[in-house]
């Protein structure tokens, strides 16, 4: 990865996780159904509550509740960006498996910018084992939260 990227990367991440977009759980409107997802990665103290609300195959929105390091409500805030936008639940489950392969790849898979956006930007943590956790957190919610609401 050039210094270049790297230097925006990390901008990404130290916006976002002062930003927090999504912070603070949102009702599910009427005629929608919604799932809700409590995840704790206890080597860092990072929790949060994921609630994703959609309407049949789309994901009408994400809010959440929760504390932890600056990786990991970043890592929320970025994928309430994405993901709250209105993508089918086809869409979600593709990100989940391409941020998840990136995170396991110990910096060899820079991540997909077409499918990830700005979650590509976490790509320099999964160099770091003991952060992959702080990363990922949001993006096993989401995925546990999306199952629970069909
Ligand atoms: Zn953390």
């Known amino acids: 990865m050039s210094g270049a990227l790297e ?22 409107p009427e005629g929608s159904s919604a799932g809700e997802s ?3 990665n206890p080597t860092c103290g990072d929790e949060i509550t994921l609630r994703l609300v959609r ?8 809010s ?11 890592a929320a805030s970025v994928l309430t960006e994405i993901v709250g936008g209105g993508i089918s639940e086809t869409e979600l489950l593709t990100m989940v498996d391409n ?3 990136m995170m396991r790849s110990r910096g060899s898979i820079t991540g997909d910018e077409e499918i990830l956006g ?7 943590v999964s ?7 702080c ?3 949001s993006w096993v919610a989401a995925e546990e939260a999306l199952l629970a609401s069909r």
């Open 38 to 40: 409590h995840q704790y």
């Open 64 to 74: 959440w509740a929760g504390d932890g390091c600056s990786i990991s409500m970043a």
């Open 7 to 28: 230097q925006l990367y990390q901008q990404i991440i130290l916006d976002h996780s002062k930003l927090r977009h999504g912070e603070g759980l949102l009702p599910a």
């Open 55 to 62: 309407n049949g195959d789309t994901i009408t929105g994400v």
């Open 99 to 101: 941020f998840r392969e």
């Open 127 to 133: 160099r770091y084992p003991a952060r992959v956790k």
């Open 118 to 124: 700005d979650a590509a930007a976490f790509s320099g």
């Open 135 to 137: 990363a990922m957190l």
